[in-house]
């Protein structure tokens, strides 16, 4: 059964069978943001406007909301080794900002240098018209391609668009870590929820657009899962696609070693 995450807790990626898992994948499930305004019907164009009659009425208009799954991966010493976040992130960001780390966080991208990892397409709009229980965004990791070096993956969430939306103003996101039937990028089913969080509509999220989620650390030659649940805000209206920037300078400043 899954279980609802809460900070700093650890769960078990053991199979009840004994195997040892493969398939890993978190996944996200939003809605679009839905604005309510004033529009003005009319009733009568009377004569010439004269005897023109109007009232008004709420309506109910949903909006793209843009969430952004993302995951960097680290060696033991807390060095990026990689990273795997949407291709419309697709200029170098921040040659100089992340100089200490890396030469520059590299253009987004749909499967990881060492091919273990694959990004389902970017959603920028969330869902329309209701829940419709499906993941937006996916990350799958096959565990046996995973590059030796690589010791810790950090999983998070960025809101996009609009700005200024924090995820107290967001209707629903659901993260769930699974495991999966079928390939990477073709999943059959799900057969395992190790874990989920609900991050939405909840007060102590108000002003809050960026979410580490938790992290997949290597530890005696298993891999477990770590929940961070670490939310912040990442703006920063001075610095071109801050939001990712900050989010991944958080992890490599205060979660890596
Ligand atoms: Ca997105
Ligand atoms: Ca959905």
Not at 35 to 43: F, G, H, L
Not at 151 to 168: A, N, R, T
Not at 234 to 257: A, E, P, R, V
Request: some cysteine; glycine content about 8%; hydrophobic content about 35%.
């Amino acid at each position: 059964m899954a279980i609802n995450l809460e900070k700093g807790q650890r769960i078990n990626l053991e199979k009840s069978s004994g195997q040892k898992l493969t398939r890993f994948m978190v996944g996200c499930n939003w809605g679009a943001l839905t604005t309510t305004k004033k529009v003005e019907i009319v009733d009568s164009e009377g004569f010439l406007g004269i005897g023109r009659k109007t009232h008004f009425e709420n309506k109910t208009e949903e909006v793209d909301l843009d969430i952004d799954l993302s995951c960097v991966m680290v060696d033991d010493n807390g060095q990026l080794v990689d990273t795997l976040y949407s291709p419309l992130y697709n200029k170098n960001i921040y040659p100089k900002f992340f100089v200490k780390h890396f030469p520059s966080l590299p253009k987004g991208k749909d499967w990881s240098d060492d091919k273990s990892m694959f990004h389902t397409p970017d959603d920028t709009e969330g869902d329309k018209g209701g829940d419709d229980g499906l993941d937006n965004e996916i990350i799958t990791v096959d565990l046996t391609k995973v590059n030796t070096k690589i010791s810790q993956m950090f999983f998070f969430l960025d809101i996009f668009s609009p700005e200024g939306v924090d995820f107290k103003q967001v209707p629903y996101a659901a993260i769930r870590m699974c495991e999966y039937e079928g390939t990477q990028e073709d999943i059959k089913r799900i057969t395992n929820v190790f874990a989920q969080y609900d991050v939405a509509n909840d007060p102590q999220f108000s002003g809050k657009n960026a979410l580490i989620l938790g992290k997949l650390y290597r530890k005696d030659r298993e891999w477990k899962f770590n929940a961070i649940g670490d939310a912040f805000d990442h703006s920063d209206s001075g610095m071109y696609n801050s939001n990712l920037c900050l989010t991944i300078k958080k992890i490599l400043t205060s979660y890596t070693q």
